[in-house]
C-alpha cells in the first residue's frame, strides 16, 4: 500500500481504519512513515470499545476494535475534557492522531495508540443493544407495570426536568404550564460522562421522593447514549417516581412509564392530563404539537413583529398619503395659474 499524500490542513481529516493505518505502518517502518509526516495527520479513527474504562488524573484510556477485529489502544487527555457515551461496547468515532509511546515492536501494536482531542459520536452499537433488551427481557423488567400521575391531594405539581447544559426545555415547559398555576417546574443540567453518575441522580431524586414525576427531554446525542446503558435502564424501571422521555429514539423509552416526542409534547399531556383529572374541558386556545410548536413557543414575539410590520405599513401609507396631498396642491396650483393666463390672454 502506498503512502498516502499529506492532507491538507483546509481539508477534513482523513478517515482511516485500524487495518489501514497498520499497513500504512509496517510498510513504512524503516524511516519513509516519519519523513513524510504521516503521523503527524490527523484522521478519523471509528470502532467498538472493547474494553474497560480507565479514568485517571491524566486523561482517559480504552481499546477500540475494528470490523475486522483488530485492535487499537485509545487516549483523550484530560484537557480535551470530558466525553459522555464512553461506555463499553459503544461504536464511537473519533478525532485525533496516532502516537507512537515505545519503540519496542510487540504485542499486536501495543506500542502505539490514538490520541483522540475529539469525540465525534457514540453510539450504542446494536449487538450491544440487543443483549441490554434480552437481559432487561429475562429480568422481567420489561413487563413491569407502569406507574401512572397523581394529581389528588396536592397544592402543586413538582415536576424534575432533566436535560443537557445547554437546553432551554426547562423554561419552554415552565412557560407553558404557568398559566394553569398548577404546575412547579424545578431544572437539572446534565453535567456527567459515565452512566454510574446518571444512576446516582435518579436515584437521589427517587429517594427524596419531593418531586411527583421525572421528565427527561432534549438530551444531547452524546449524553442520551448514558440512558441506553443497562445500569440506567435497570435504575429507571425500579423507581418509585413516574419518569417521563422525550429524548427521541432511545433505551430508555422502553422502560419509562410514559413516552413523549419532545419537551412541548410531555407538558401538553401533562396539562391534559390534569384537566382530565379535574373533570375539565380540553379549552386551551392552542396546544403545540410537532407542527405548531414553535409556533407556540414565539407567539408573543411573532405578535409583535407583525405589530412592528402593521406600525411599519401605516407609516408607509401616511408618507403615501402625504405625497398624493402634495401633488394634488401642486396640480391646483398650476391649474390656478394656467386659468390666470388664459384670463390675461384674453383680455389682451
Known sequence: ???????????????????????????????????????????????????????????????????EGSIMNVFIPKKAGNFSGIEP??????????????????????????????????????????????????????ETSKKT??????????????????????AEIDNYLKSSGFFEVSSHYIDAYKSDDIVELLQSL??????????????????RNLFDELNVLETISQMQTPVITAMGRSLADEVADMVEDGPLTAARMLLYSYKESKGQGDDSPLFPNEH???????????????????????????????????QQRFMIILAFIAIISIIINFIK
Open 292 to 326: 405548531n410548536t414553535n409556533l407556540f413557543i414565539t407567539l408573543n414575539q411573532e405578535k409583535e413583529d407583525l405589530e412592528r410590520k402593521l406600525s411599519s405599513v401605516i407609516r408607509d401609507n401616511t408618507n403615501l398619503a402625504f405625497k398624493i396631498r402634495k
Open 89 to 142: 461496547g459503544n461504536r464511537i468515532n473519533l478525532y485525533g492522531m496516532f502516537n507512537i509511546y515505545d519503540n519496542n515492536i510487540e504485542n499486536q501494536f501495543n506500542f502505539i495508540e490514538f490520541k483522540a482531542s475529539r469525540v465525534i459520536d457514540s453510539n450504542v452499537g446494536s449487538n450491544k443493544k440487543e443483549s441490554i433488551l434480552s437481559l432487561l427481557n429475562e429480568r422481567g423488567l420489561l
Open 1 to 67: 500500500m502506498a503512502v498516502k499524500e499529506p492532507i491538507n490542513v483546509n481539508k477534513e481529516a482523513e478517515k482511516i481504519s485500524i487495518d489501514e493505518f497498520r499497513s500504512l505502518f509496517m510498510q513504512n517502518m524503516k524511516g519513509s512513515f516519519f519523513r513524510n509526516d504521516a503521523i503527524k495527520r490527523s484522521y478519523i479513527l471509528e470502532g467498538t470499545i472493547c474494553s474497560d474504562i480507565e479514568r485517571h488524573k491524566y486523561g482517559t484510556n480504552f481499546k477500540i476494535q475494528s470490523d
Open 206 to 223: 427517587d429517594k427524596n421522593k419531593y418531586y411527583d414525576a421525572i421528565l427527561i427531554t432534549d438530551v444531547d446525542c452524546l449524553e
Open 149 to 170: 400521575l397523581s394529581f389528588d391531594n396536592m397544592d402543586f405539581f413538582k415536576l424534575m426536568v432533566i436535560s443537557s447544559k445547554d437546553s432551554k426545555a426547562s
